[in-house]
């Protein structure tokens, strides 16, 4: 039993770095004897990998793994070859560092990594009011992405309404991504990280991701509502819909999930909108089916229902929607959409 006043001592023994064992050919964990201080952990330069020529396998980034105690780093591609990692300067959550230049060899491996990366957050947050119109937009994936296939200008990250200048930066471990832009609207704002970002090996990202936010004190209030219909109702399920202006400027997108043909867009401001869809039938990657609503204008808060867009083999939407639906869908279609 302790005595009332007692204090434990306080840790001042170094961890030590137990072993290294490649996951796949694009990751190595290493295992530490304590809870590890994540700060030092994610710090590249603490980190030379070796085959025995001496040549460098790199490190891309580091995460640290739920027990605290696993470094996962990802790496270039690997060899079947014998690796020596060295590790130096990471502590323990106490401040005590692991002996300068430890090391344990591993195995590479040639397998596959499958396992698809995910958005850990998107910054500003969804549904987050009162942003400055000057804020930079930020998305953090959980492992190091492919930086061509993931930004604005490959088509699998949108911002709406499309910005008329941006400016990109990737941090160095290639894990998170900023968007500099002159002045965002004075409304609403949505930015969707779709399935056609990829980590470094290849893997799509798990599930589309969106976050609505706006330079408004409050996020705006109207929405629109109704059905879409088509010859047969299996003609509707997983349409891409999409909101836009009354110069047919993108505002929100989504897939019609319902298997009703039910549909409803919300956070609007004062405005005019159309609503469109479109299908692809046979996923062959264009459209069969398309359909536009009758023209809505919101005022405030208001609640328009009843908006129903008919699909039809024998419309045609305007150029730049058309565009802007095929690219969500194609971002997204592969093994279809997950929630």
Known sequence: MRKEGYTPSPDRWAPKLGWAKAADRNHVDLAFTEKMDIVTIRQLKNYVIVDGDDDTLGVLSVSLLPNGQIARLTTENQEPVSYTAYVSGVTDQAGNEVRPESRKSFQGSTARDTVRPRVKEIYPRDMSAGVAVDTTLCVFFNETMDTSSSSLHAGSIVLLPPPADTSWKWNEQ???????????????????????????????????????????????????????????????????????????????????????????????????????????????????????????????????????????????????????????YRMNMEDGITD
């Open 174 to 328: 290639m894990t998170s991504v900023s968007v500099a832009i002159l002045s965002l609207p004075s409304y609403q704002s949505c930015i969707y990280v779709t399935k056609g970002c990829k980590d470094y090996s290849g893997n799509r990202l798990l599930r589309l991701e969106k976050s609505v936010f706006s330079t408004l004190d409050s996020i705006p209030r109207g929405r629109i509502s109704g059905t879409v219909t088509a010859a047969t109702a299996s003609n509707t399920y997983m349409a891409v819909m999409g909101v836009f202006d009354s110069l047919w400027t993108p505002l929100f997108l989504d897939f019609l999930r319902d298997e009703a043909g039910r549909f409803s867009f919300q956070y609007l401001s004062d405005g005019t909108y159309n609503v469109a869809a479109a299908k692809d039938e046979d996923s062959d990657g264009t459209f069969d089916l398309r359909g536009i609503s009758v023209s809505v204008s919101v005022q405030g808060s208001e609640q328009h229902e009843g908006v129903d867009v008919r699909l039809s083999r024998q419309v045609s939407l305007q150029e730049n929607a058309e565009e802007v639906l095929l690219n969500f």
